[in-house]
């Protein structure tokens, strides 16, 4: 969520600058502009009053035109603009550099005839610093109310782009500098903000894996997550209320069913001693009753492992497992099965081994419950990177793909395994044992025919 979150926010932020950036930039260089226009407009003040009263016109000069050509002359080469004064008709009072003409169109153009109008130039085209422009200013020459003469100055605009550039690298550092800022301010809020979802997904997680004691501290982030922080604990608290009173309801259950049971199959013990021997109705209760009592032995282990929390160690995986097949070996001898292992012999990793243990008794009871005589049960035990698995693959009848998606479900039983005695719970009481170790089991078919159990249990110990 961080990473969809924190590039939004800097985005934004982003936005926000450059919105402000630009403008800023765009004003800095209409003032620097302006700051060139208001001054060429005074110097143009200067000259047409030194020009108002130069009527003359022809090849000599009087005293006026001198002083105005060497005022002219002396501007230009110390500023570098080209300075003039030209009649209506184009023709050039005074001029410097000598060599300048009156341009026929373009920006001069319309700024002489502006100011033939009587208007001095106030707002000439913007100049931008990838642009060569120039900055063409005209101011008129008046006498008795009419315009005698028009004065233009074309002035170069390099320094102008220089300064405007400076300006703009100025505005380009601030806005790298308030970006980085911006960016620091995003990834502490966004911290902030994701603190709790953070706390929230991790406790999520635990009570996911069986950790239903979780909880959240609500101590950080907006309000709101503070809020939804408390009823996630209330909503917890809840959740474990109800299945701490399930869990008493199936021991408190199964323990006070035990003895009406012990009592009713004594009591058909004592009427079998009145039914002549090998009477078959006698044998189906007796069965009956054993299951009923296994069923409700299993109830109870359940609702143990379910309760019991893990006491997880660092566990020799391969050792415990080679221990656990070879308990079950005699039991396969007397079955025709090869019971076999395979894979690492020194492995370890985080399990509680009684529960590790449990799991693996009831695993390898129903792959020898159901493998054929002759047929091979094949224990294998393999490291990743992450977790140890324990492969328990049988040579049995294996199951629909249906089936499949029900079998570790309490009480379920295949239909054509009815006749195979079992209660239904082995699987489910082995995967509550794993899962509160932070174990999983998981199932597949075993080609061509059979079914794979696996035991995965975690590389890395428990958090804290």
Known sequence: M????????????????????FPLAVSVAAAQQQRVVIDRIDDTARFAALAQFITERGPGYDERRRTLRSELDTYAS????????????DSAMAKAPAAWQLPIEGEGREAFKEALLGRRSHDPPQVWPWQDGRVVVASPVVRDGDVVAVVVLDSPTEEMRARTLRGWLLIAAGEVVAMLVAVGAAIRLTG?????V???????????????????????????????????????????????????????????????LAALLLRIELLALELPEGNEEI???????????????????????????ADLQLTDIGALTAERAASWRPLAEEKGVRLRMDGSSAVTAWAD??????????????????????????????????????????????????????????????????????????????????????????????EPHGLRVTVSVPRNGPRG
């Open 2 to 21: 961080r990473t969809r979150l924190l590039p939004l926010l800097i985005i934004l932020m982003a936005g926000v600058l450059l919105a402000l950036g």
């Open 78 to 89: 110390v500023y570098g603009i080209r300075a003039g004064v030209f009649y209506r008709d």
């Open 192 to 196: 902030w903000v994701l603190l709790p």
């Open 198 to 260: 953070g706390t929230l997904d991790a406790a999520t997680h635990d009570i996911a894996s069986g950790r239903m004691r979780s909880r959240v501290a609500a101590s950080g982030g907006p309000p709101e997550l503070r809020r939804l922080a408390r009823s996630f604990n209330e909503m917890a608290d809840n959740v474990e209320n109800v299945l701490e009173q399930q869990r008493a309801f199936v021991a408190d259950a199964s323990h006070q069913l035990r003895n009406p």
């Open 283 to 309: 044998a189906s209760v007796r069965t009956e009753g054993k299951r009923l009592a296994q069923v409700l032995d299993d109830l109870l282990d359940l609702a143990l492992a379910e309760h019991a929390a």
């Open 353 to 446: 081994p009684v529960a590790l243990s449990s799991a693996l008794d009831a695993i390898i009871d129903n792959a020898l419950k159901f493998t054929p005589a002759d047929e091979e049960v094949v224990v294998t035990v393999a490291s990743g990177p992450d977790d140890v698995t324990v492969v328990v693959a049988d040579r049995g009848p294996g199951l629909t793909a249906a089936e499949m998606e029900r079998i570790g479900d309490r009480f379920w039983r295949s239909t054509q395994h009815q006749n195979i005695r079992g209660s239904g719970l082995g699987l489910s009481i082995s995967q509550a044992l794993l899962a509160a170790g932070g174990g999983s089991l998981s199932y597949a078919p075993h």
